[in-house]
Nanobody, 120 residues
Framework: QVRLVESGGGLVQPGGSLRLSCAAS????????MGWYRQAPGKQRELVAS???????NYPDSVKGRFTIARGSAENTVSLQMNSLKPEDTAVYYC??????????????WGQGTQVTVSS
């Protein structure tokens, strides 16, 4: 069984920073893409950052220059460094990954989500 576990969410003041971490567990042999999504109340889930196995990153304009995604030193881990946080960044943040397991089947999996609240 493969699953993603997130950590690092919490309450932060505007202008502050948080670092989210995600680790995949299970018999994963390859992860072509890992990323972070967020969903605020009443809004659709949206991509906030993604990174390929080759290190190519993608960010929407809303977070570009403030958020940084990176693969961890351990295999199949990913982090999201969030700086200069704004109240509109408040959402549940979800880790997401394409994974290929030892049977060579490919899955897209989601973490359970971690709450990020930006408020004074």
């Amino acid at each position: 069984q493969v699953r993603l576990v997130e950590s690092g969410g919490g309450l932060v003041q505007p202008g502050g920073s948080l670092r989210l971490s995600c680790a995949a567990s299970g018999s994963i042999v390859y992860s072509p893409v890992m990323g972070w999504y967020r969903q605020a109340p009443g809004k659709q889930r949206e991509l906030v950052a993604s990174i390929t196995s080759g290190g190519n990153t993608n960010y929407p304009d809303s977070v570009k220059g403030r958020f940084t995604i990176a693969r961890g030193s351990a295999e199949n881990t990913v982090s999201l460094q969030m700086n200069s946080l704004k109240p509109e960044d408040t959402a549940v943040y979800y880790c997401n990954a394409d994974v290929i397991v030892h049977t060579l089947r490919q899955y897209n999996i989601w973490g359970q989500g971690t709450q990020v609240t930006v408020s004074s």
